[in-house]
């Protein structure tokens, strides 16, 4: 019998509204990704950094009527919300959470875009009734995003014969594809974007110009070998706590950030990959390569 399709959805996350006649330039001069590719049609990734290029936020960027909604950590959306604010001066751009008119949903199936007839490209959006419907613009093989009003998630299940579910199946899932998921991989202001696989993830754009930390985040894609990378990996063993550091050979070698049954995401030195086996606390862990990334070579 065929597995019923299933829609996770994601409480964690919430929706900033950002409104007013200078939003795009306002987030173009901001965020890591080109917002002139932001269109009704297609939504985009992209990431706050700090001056330093470390990570601060990182979200989806959806056009709806004008305004720009942001799909983000529902926690951590009253401090992006003051970084933000901080950055604006006199732009005519208007900040409002939106978490409780929305519910964020995932589709965590390469098939749902073809299913509700969006095309299988990362970004690719189409309106749904009241529902927009999102290829997810990091990777397509991650699935659909979904952002509808709080009122309309029952129906929009029963339209599309799709069983609820928590977060469970959508974590597994990219987990297994070894995308990051927000703070919990990229630490705050401590996380490099191209260390965490933003460029890969087509989250960062090194040509649109000027965002805040792009000097260094453009520094090290051209110049600089990286030495780190997150990177998927499989469990065998219990499954280690956010934070445990990885051993090799009695050498540290990184540590691990989420993760879930047997599978997490670790930021490993790249040299790790060839340094023996790999312990963090009662657990072994194998590199699980991803085939949308390929790891810098090891100098």
């Not at 690719?124 to 997810?136: F, K, P, Q, Y």
């Not at 990219?174 to 993830?201: F, H, I, M, Q, T």
Request: with cysteine; glycine share 8%.
């Amino acid at each position: 019998m065929a597995t019923e399709p299933v829609a996770a959805v994601l409480a964690e996350r919430g929706v900033l509204e950002l409104s007013g006649p200078d939003v795009r330039p306002f987030l173009q001069g901001l965020v890591t990704n080109d917002v002139d590719r932001l269109t009704a049609g297609r939504a985009i990734w992209a990431g706050l950094l700090t001056p330093q290029g470390r990570c601060l936020f990182d979200f989806a960027l959806v056009e709806d009527d004008g305004r720009v909604l942001l799909d983000g950590e529902r926690a951590r959306l009253a401090e992006l919300v003051r970084r933000l604010t901080l950055y604006r001066l006199r732009a005519a751009v208007e900040l409002r959470d939106a978490s409780a008119d929305w519910v964020v949903l995932a589709l965590p199936d390469p098939e749902a875009p073809a299913r509700l007839g969006v095309p299988a490209e990362r970004g690719a959006c189409r309106r749904d009734g009241a529902a927009i419907l999102l290829v997810d613009p990091r990777l397509a093989e991650l699935g659909l995003r979904v952002l509808l009003p709080a009122g309309a998630v029952e129906a929009f299940l029963a339209r599309h014969r799709l069983g609820r579910a928590g977060a469970e199946p959508w974590d597994r899932h990219r987990l297994r594809l070894g995308v990051p998921d927000g703070s919990r991989d990229l630490v705050p202001e401590k996380a490099l974007a191209l260390e965490a696989n933003l460029l890969e993830l087509d989250a960062v754009s090194l040509s649109k110009g000027c965002f805040v930390g792009q000097e260094l985040t453009a520094r090290m894609a051209h110049r600089t070998l990286l030495r780190r990378r997150l990177l998927p990996v499989r469990v065998h063993g219990p499954l280690p706590a956010p934070g445990t550091p990885v051993l090799a050979q009695g050498r540290e070698q990184g540590e691990v950030r989420s993760g879930r049954d047997d599978r997490a995401l670790a930021l490993l030195r790249l040299e790790a990959l060839r340094a023996g086996p790999l312990d963090a606390g009662e657990a072994r862990l194998e590199p699980a390569p991803s085939p949308w990334l390929a790891p810098a070579p090891v100098d």
